[in-house]
């Protein structure tokens, strides 16, 4: 029995010893296959070409603050060059920094600026609950959430981007959505729906107010809230209504030539509120937008800056067709916006009503193609340009390359 006993305490010893090996091993496998963080990070963009001049009627007609190679003597224009640095340094903290190598001003064209550079820490390991710091999009209008890679017409509407110019600014902001959510918001951009990205379902935060890349001018902070609800109904369509707003003051500063301000400080209300709602292209699809406001706005009869009422919008039609291995989608899309824009000179006065007629192209991942016939009426007054009312139509073209 002793010898027996014996065996029995060799073949226990053993199996302990095969477990402890093999535990071991597992652990060794866990941290080799662990990636370390600079591994997690990925590098993507964007290039954006155009072309403004074909069937032009008037080349006094402009969109500053859509594309600068509108009307005098624009020629071939990089309106976008994208580079996106993106990755995880722990489970619960990430990065994303995008410079912009294509950025204007009056004197030159293709300056490197920085248009996101922040990081998000989650507080649970789903990410339900994260914060954002840093420069980033402000959460207010569908349109503005959406990737200018991802949009249909070449540039967002003036009536929803009039309100926060390159939609970013310095901030923090508290972004919440469940799992299930979250993961449709991705698979709306990733299956090509042209969605807003992940966003949370509600955000909360403040920013400057000065507008990105600008210092802060009056010790103020503007606060934002946006609440969505993506619904993917039992036919597969899939829906999206949201509501949002932002409140915070103003400085004129910086950007006014001998007018005459509201009090000295040049400080103005500067808020918004706006309703969005989203048919999701499956095959037809609808986009629509409209804010009302206030705002600093060029008056022309006293030749200073008003506190004004603003309002505008707009409404888009598509339809996705896939030919092949490739896509093809039908546009039209009709604006108004009735307002100032506190970010352009002297806050100038605007009032627009553009129809465009468009198609997308997207030959595979990487190439994609827009030709855009624009019907426009801008009427857009500061100290300098006096009853400055413009119509006219053009064809505008834009090749994409994504990488």
């Given at each position: 029995m002793?010898?027996?006993?014996r065996e029995?305490?060799?073949?226990l010893i053993g199996f302990?010893c095969?477990?402890v090996?093999?535990a071991?091993?597992s652990?060794?496998?866990?941290i080799?296959?662990?990636?370390k963080w600079?591994?997690?990070f ?9 072309y403004n001049r ?6 006094n007609l ?7 190679s509108?009307?005098g003597?624009g020629g071939?224009?990089?309106r ?11 489970d619960r ?11 204007s001003?009056?004197?030159g064209l293709?300056?490197g600026?920085?248009r996101?550079?922040?990081?998000d820490?989650a507080?649970?390991e789903?990410?339900?609950?994260r914060?954002?710091v840093g ?10 959430m959406?990737s ?9 509407s003036?009536?929803?981007n009039?309100?926060?110019?390159n939609e970013r ?8 959505a469940?799992?299930?959510k ?11 729906l042209?969605g807003s990205?992940?966003y949370?379902v ?7 107010g000065?507008v990105?890349?600008?210092?802060d001018?009056?010790?103020?902070v503007?606060?934002?809230?946006r ?8 036919n597969?369509?899939i ?7 932002y409140t915070?003051?103003?400085t004129m500063s910086d950007t006014t030539?001998g007018?005459?301000?509201?009090n000295?400080q040049?400080k103005y ?6 309703a969005?709602f989203?048919?999701y292209?499956?095959p ?7 804010n009302?406001g206030?705002g600093?706005?060029?008056d022309?009869a ?6 004004r009422?603003?309002?505008g919008?707009?409404i888009?039609?598509n339809?996705?067709m ?7 989608i039908?546009?039209a899309?009709y604006?108004?916006?009735?307002g100032?824009k ?10 627009v009503n553009?129809?465009?007629l ?5 030959i595979?991942?990487?190439v994609?193609l827009?030709?855009m ?7 857009f007054?500061d100290?300098?340009?006096?009853n ?7 064809l505008?073209?834009q ?5």
């Amino acid at each position: 029995m002793g010898i027996r006993y014996r065996e029995i305490g060799l073949i226990l010893i053993g199996f302990c010893c095969f477990l402890v090996t093999n535990a071991q091993d597992s652990v060794k496998t866990v941290i080799v296959n662990k990636k370390k963080w600079f591994e997690t990070f990925t590098i993507r963009g964007y290039v954006q070409t155009r072309y403004n001049r074909l069937l032009e009627t008037n080349p006094n007609l402009e969109c500053d603050q859509c594309d600068r190679s509108w009307g005098g003597n624009g020629g071939f224009f990089l309106r976008r060059v994208r580079v996106i640095i993106q990755g995880n340094i722990s489970d619960r903290v990430s990065i994303y920094i995008q410079p912009d190598f294509a950025s204007s001003t009056s004197n030159g064209l293709n300056y490197g600026q920085i248009r996101d550079a922040y990081f998000d820490l989650a507080f649970d390991e789903k990410k339900t609950w994260r914060i954002r710091v840093g420069q980033s999009k402000v959460p207010y209008g569908f349109e503005a959430m959406q990737s200018s890679s991802n949009r249909l017409p070449l540039d967002r509407s003036d009536g929803i981007n009039s309100s926060i110019v390159n939609e970013r600014d310095l901030g923090a902001f508290l972004y919440w959505a469940p799992a299930e959510k979250r993961e449709l918001l991705n698979r709306l951009t990733e299956d090509g729906l042209k969605g807003s990205g992940d966003y949370g379902v509600a955000g909360f935060g403040v920013f400057n107010g000065q507008v990105a890349n600008r210092p802060d001018q009056n010790r103020s902070v503007h606060v934002a809230g946006r609440f969505t609800w993506p619904v993917q109904l039992s036919n597969g369509q899939i829906i999206e209504g949201s509501l949002q707003a932002y409140t915070g003051n103003y400085t004129m500063s910086d950007t006014t030539k001998g007018v005459k301000l509201i009090n000295p400080q040049a400080k103005y209300k500067d808020e918004r509120i706006a309703a969005s709602f989203v048919l999701y292209p499956q095959p037809f699809g609808i986009q629509a937008e409209y804010n009302v406001g206030t705002g600093p706005q060029y008056d022309p009869a006293t030749n200073s800056i008003q506190q004004r009422k603003l309002q505008g919008g707009y409404i888009i039609a598509n339809y996705m067709m896939k030919p092949g291995k490739m896509v093809l989608i039908p546009f039209a899309r009709y604006h108004y916006y009735e307002g100032g824009k506190k970010f352009e000179l002297d806050a100038r006065s605007y009032k627009v009503n553009e129809l465009e007629l468009g198609a997308e192209w997207q030959i595979n991942r990487n190439v994609e193609l827009v030709a855009m016939y624009v019907i426009s009426s801008r009427r857009f007054e500061d100290a300098v340009l006096r009853n400055n009312a413009q119509e006219g139509r053009l064809l505008r073209l834009q090749a994409q390359l994504n990488f």
